[in-house]
């Protein structure tokens, strides 16, 4: 493969974004500044997932525009130093790919070093042993591996990484606070995950977490004294080093006609003479601001002189320190072990659905579903607050069984992960649990309780479309079972009853969950409705209160 398109090009950014996201709360370990602007795998990761956002909103697979798109989108969503550096490093990108159609090693290079540029050239004071190291680097290796004709694209991407790689193990011997610390530099490895994203998905192979190798050095980290250094010691320092105490960041729209780049630049100085870490990134349409200051009134005001402000964020990074330093001392003195033999975590959407499942004696419910999936820690999080020694998670979404695969490698106590793709799934799994089998016996009773279940959503068509035989417009009431349209209408119950009378055949039971936006008299009318259809039809409807979707039924 010597070159690669848009599309690819995008697959790539979506494989860096999961990569991220996987690997962020492990990112977010790393920081040896415990404060809101040190969230450094939270910051990254919510960067570029907004800018995928952004190109998929542009809705095109020409590299050049995807490029700008995720550039744009970077800006908008950039958070905290390593954010916004990010950000710059991506704006790189985007100017080195303008008018390229495909993407060579060598127009790969040429973007890692325009990004080096913009990003070193944004921030005031640079500072070696960080991101803005390892990207210099990594790409200085990056010319060099591009050198030649018919430049095989995977190789070359690999040879980067490993450049990379090794570059960041070293930037503990740079910043004495990280070797204090024990750990690289949690924005450079933010950085390699993401082109460990990009191989991943060009080779086909597992995005995976990051290995403990890959983010502590080998040697001993110890104190002046001779002894290892602890998580307090590196808390204490910390707090002493913190100068300026408020972490401000915001955004500069509608810019006054009279404001010029130069006045842009002069904003920048006056910040440099009133706290550090500052980063003015942007143009006469939008600048993005960060800045450590003791006096973020000041820094509003200047900035009020060249336009408006929105998105404005202040942060008093000591106070956060306290509460972290209190929060790890709270850890220690509480860490229990699990109080129970069994406990269920499910996975759902609606306040409705939420409380059917903790009727069924689930321990633990995590919102989310369709549109919003949760990451690998949130469902790691509810499975260590589950308090079971046998923790059985219901994802009840395709999208989120491999994220609940994944937090089951992490935690601590016996995940059993039943592979519900759907909430009617996920509650005939529930209803199968029995506190009297053992932990085996209850995951093959669980998984093998909704083999016969039939599952319809209905919801709304967001484009045009056809499919299955269904002519579809944007707007139209569309009912899918088992990923295809079953019945299609611009009428919510006339579509749910032609969705029931496709599904119900030999069926004994239809249950309809309602979502919001539907009238408990408007679900009762359609229950009513198949029943004097099918009076031999057990019918049901509940109140589930999920987003997106009017009725889920499942039918069995």
Not at 87 to 116: C, H, P, W
Not at 325 to 346: I, L, Q, Y
Not at 447 to 464: D, L, P, Q, Y
């Amino acid at each position: 493969m010597n070159s690669i398109n848009g599309t690819t090009f995008k697959e790539m950014l979506a494989g860096g974004v999961k990569a991220l996201e996987l690997n962020r709360a492990l990112i977010d370990e790393l920081n040896v500044f415990p404060v809101p602007d040190g969230d450094t795998g939270t910051n990254m990761s919510l960067t570029i997932s907004t800018a995928m956002r952004e190109v998929g909103l542009a809705d095109t697979n020409e590299l050049d525009k995807i490029a700008l798109a995720f550039s744009k989108g970077a800006l908008k969503g950039a958070r905290g130093n390593s954010g916004v550096i990010l950000s710059q490093i991506f704006k790189g990108f985007a100017v080195a790919l303008d008018n390229k159609t495909e993407l060579t090693a060598k127009d790969f290079a040429e973007a890692m070093k325009k990004g080096t540029e913009i990003a070193y050239g944004a921030v005031t004071k640079p500072k070696e042993g960080t991101i803005l190291t390892v990207i210099r680097v990594a790409s200085e290796n990056a010319v060099k591996f591009a050198k030649g004709r018919n430049v095989d694209f995977v190789k070359f991407l690999s040879q980067v990484i490993e450049a990379g790689e090794q570059i960041l193990a070293k930037t503990p011997e740079m910043l004495p606070v990280l070797a204090k610390a024990g750990v690289v530099d949690a924005g450079g490895r933010g950085l390699m995950t993401i082109f460990e994203g990009f191989y991943a998905v060009l080779t086909g192979e597992e995005i995976k977490m990051i290995k403990d190798d890959a983010v502590r050095p080998a040697a001993l980290i110890v104190n002046a004294n001779g002894t290892e250094a602890t998580e307090e010691d590196i808390l204490v320092n910390d707090y002493d080093n913190i100068t300026f105490q408020y972490c401000t960041e915001f955004f500069i729209t509608h810019l006054n006609s009279t404001t010029t780049l130069s006045n842009i630049d002069k904003f920048r100085d006056y910040l440099m003479t009133i706290g550090d870490c500052v980063l003015v990134i942007g143009d006469l349409e939008l600048v993005k601001t960060h800045v450590h200051t003791n006096h973020p009134d000041q820094a509003l005001k200047a900035a009020l002189k060249l336009g408006e402000l929105d998105g404005v964020k202040i942060e008093n990074m000591v106070e956060q320190n306290r509460k972290i330093k209190g929060e790890n001392d709270s850890k220690k003195k509480t860490k229990r072990e699990p109080e129970k033999d069994f406990a269920m975590v499910s996975i759902c959407a609606g306040d409705g659905l939420s409380a059917i499942f903790k009727d069924l004696m689930v321990d633990v419910v995590v919102e989310g579903g369709q549109t919003m999936n949760p990451s690998v820690y949130d469902i790691l999080g509810a499975i260590n607050s589950a308090g079971g020694k046998n923790v059985y998670v219901l994802p009840n979404n395709p999208n989120i069984i491999f994220a609940a695969e994944q937090a089951k490698e992490l935690a601590d106590v016996n995940v059993f992960v039943i592979p519900t793709t759907c909430t009617p799934e996920g509650i005939s799994a529930a209803l199968a649990f029995s506190p009297d089998c053992t932990a085996e016996e209850n995951y093959e009773n669980m998984k093998a309780s909704f083999g016969g279940i039939k599952t319809v959503e209905v919801t709304h068509a967001v484009r045009n479309t056809r499919m299955n035989g269904f002519s579809v417009k944007e707007g139209d009431i569309i009912a899918i079972s088992n990923k295809k349209i079953i019945a299609k209408s611009t009428s919510i119950t006339e579509a749910t009853l032609n969705s029931v009378r496709k599904i119900c055949t030999d069926c004994d039971m239809v249950t309809l969950y309602y979502g919001e936006g539907v009238a408990e008299n408007e679900a009762m009318h359609v229950a009513e409705v198949i029943e004097a259809e099918y009076p031999d039809l057990e019918v049901a409807a509940y109140y589930g209160g999920q987003p997106h979707y009017y009725y889920i039924l499942s039918a069995e």
